[in-house]
């Protein structure tokens, strides 16, 4: 069975530019959630969808939004893009909506972004 | 507010020898704790994870973890490091998001790095 996917791998943009990024859940996961990995940290919790409703927001600014379509895949928007917004940006799905604690998340291996 | 504090931003063994990586927690309420191995160019991987009952936690690919309330502590361990265990080292603790779910906030992580 495939696992979680995310594309693209990497991407460089500039200062201002928007960009969006893609996820795959594995296939039966109904949740996604997203981390922002900066280097040299722990990955810092982004937004979660269940049943393509917003879960939960971390504490990042309106310029990061998400969906989740109807397929349980899911888009992150970055507008107004910072140069602290470089990153590997990860990509989580579960079967349930995590409102189990013990949930187990399932990483995908990320989209590095670069912004010059 | 739920957060781990990771002793060590790097450890060194050599192969053969006791693994032991180090976390420590602060929560308001009993915590649920987890660990996770980044490998590099991948995504995270859950190593263990410690809710309720057995404080002794044992995890995949022979780490195991101990809860001690008394102090505050849910350090990694293995017997013997293996040369495929170098990795990333991230504790986390879960804490509840407004929308019902439980969202993992990870520590900064320790690189463990093993000689020959």
């Known amino acids: 069975d495939a696992g979680v996917t995310q594309s693209p791998t990497h991407l460089i943009k500039t200062r201002g530019q928007q960009v969006t990024l893609r996820c795959s859940p594995i296939?039966?996961?109904?949740?996604v959630s997203w981390y922002q990995q900066v280097l040299g940290q722990g990955p810092q919790f982004i937004f979660q969808?269940?049943?393509?409703?917003?879960?939960g927001r971390g504490n990042f600014p309106d310029r990061f939004s998400a969906r989740q379509f109807p397929n349980y895949s899911s888009e992150l928007n970055v507008n107004a893009l910072l140069l602290g917004d470089s990153a590997l940006y990860l990509c989580a799905s579960s079967l349930g909506g995590g409102v189990a604690v013990n949930e187990k998340l399932f990483f995908g291996s990320g989209t590095q972004l670069s912004v010059l | 507010a739920q957060s781990v504090t990771q002793l060590g931003s790097h450890v060194s063994v050599s192969e053969g020898a006791l693994v032991l990586l180090r976390c420590n927690y602060s929560s308001s309420v009993p915590p649920y704790l987890f660990w996770y191995v980044q490998y590099p160019n991948q995504g995270l991987q859950l190593l263990l994870k410690y809710t309720t009952g057995a404080t002794l936690v044992k995890g995949i690919n022979g780490f195991e973890a101990e809860f001690k309330k008394s102090e505050t502590s849910f350090h990694l361990t293995k017997p013997s490091a293996h040369m495929s265990d170098a990795a990333e080292y991230f504790c986390a603790v879960s804490r509840p998001a407004s929308g019902g779910s439980y969202i993992p906030t990870f520590g900064r992580g320790t690189s463990l790095i093993v000689h020959p």
């Open positions: 296939s039966g996961h109904k949740s």
């Open positions: 969808y269940y049943e393509k409703e917003e879960r």
